[in-house]
């Protein structure tokens, strides 16, 4: 029988940290060797453990993911399945240094396929190819991963069991529903998992502002600006959904639109 894969998981984010040890646990041959939120924990779990492969997410506070391949080194780390926000294009520039790229949300078989991948990598005794590829990224001759100024142009969505890239010119606003946040498009609504900060810093400000703590708008949908009676404030999109506009925002957005916040 072979020898069960020993993989630690990287994810900054506990729900997404733990939608992969759910795969992870109906899988066989694996072993889940311990877990990392950050990546300074990551290092430390690698060194620890020495494993097959790791789950890593790209985009984490202090340590990225790639800092991480970078403190270790290419002779020492394991193969690679990076777990991104990035778009496709973004993507692109992992390719060539990773036995595959999970772009959340993500469905089980595209785990899956992400781990068969792996398996049949580190079976097959490709990880020192993995490894050199993984030394050119380092080396700087791929292309580094996006700038935060570098925006998305599209926004990977779940739609019954897929994973859909929307175009960001399609969406009217995204609001948050708990862990997750509900991309509106037309009449379309589509569940993203992702944090509202991190859609927010994605988005270019150009277009879209945050005008409450649990809506983000496309802000040439926005037709009027309303004010109630009792001081609230709201705006109106074209197709004349209603939209709350917190009062700590109003005075910010109204100046990001160039136009007078006076009552």
Same mark, same amino acid.
């Given at each position: 029988?072979?020898?069960?894969? +020993? ?10 940290? &733990? ?6 646990? $109906? ?20 060194? &620890? ?13 202090? %340590? ?21 926000? @990035? ?18 949300? @993500? /469905?089980?078989? $595209? ?18 190819? %993995? ?48 862990? @997750? ?20 810093? $994605? ?6 502002? $945050? ?6 708008? +496309?802000? /040439? +949908?926005?037709?009027?600006? #309303? ?11 074209? /197709?004349?959904?209603?939209? +709350? ?11 990001? #639109? ?6």
């Amino acid at each position: 029988m072979p020898e069960p894969l +020993r993989i630690p998981v990287v994810d900054d984010e506990p729900l997404a940290r &733990q939608r992969v040890l759910d795969l992870l646990a $109906r899988a066989a041959e694996v072993e889940v060797v311990g877990t990392a939120g950050t990546g300074r924990q990551a290092v430390a779990a690698i060194a &620890q453990h020495a494993p097959d492969l790791v789950f890593l997410d790209v985009q984490m506070p202090g %340590l990225s993911g790639l800092d991480v391949v970078r403190e270790v080194g290419p002779e020492a780390m394991p193969a690679v399945v990076f777990v991104t926000a @990035y778009d496709q294009h973004a993507l692109a520039a992992f390719d060539v240094a990773a036995v595959d790229y999970l772009l959340k949300p @993500y /469905d089980d078989d $595209r785990f899956a396929q992400a781990l068969a991948r792996a398996r049949d990598a580190v079976r097959l005794r490709e990880v020192d190819t %993995l490894r050199d590829r993984l030394a050119s990224l380092l080396g700087g001759s791929v292309p580094p991963p996006p700038p935060s100024q570098a925006y998305l142009e599209r926004i990977a969505v779940d739609m019954r069991g897929q994973t859909r890239l929307v175009p960001v010119d399609a969406i009217d606003y995204i609001a948050s529903d708990g862990p @997750y946040a509900e991309v509106h498009t037309g009449s379309d609504v589509y569940v993203v998992r992702e944090r509202m900060q991190t859609l927010e810093e $994605r988005l270019d400000p150009a277009r879209f502002f $945050r005008i409450h703590r649990s809506t983000i708008v +496309r802000i /040439d +949908r926005v037709e009027a600006i #309303l004010t109630a009676a009792g001081g609230d404030y709201s705006v109106r999109l074209a /197709d004349g959904t209603r939209l +709350r506009l917190s009062r700590s925002r109003r005075d910010a957005f109204t100046q990001h #639109l160039g136009i007078d916040a006076a009552e």
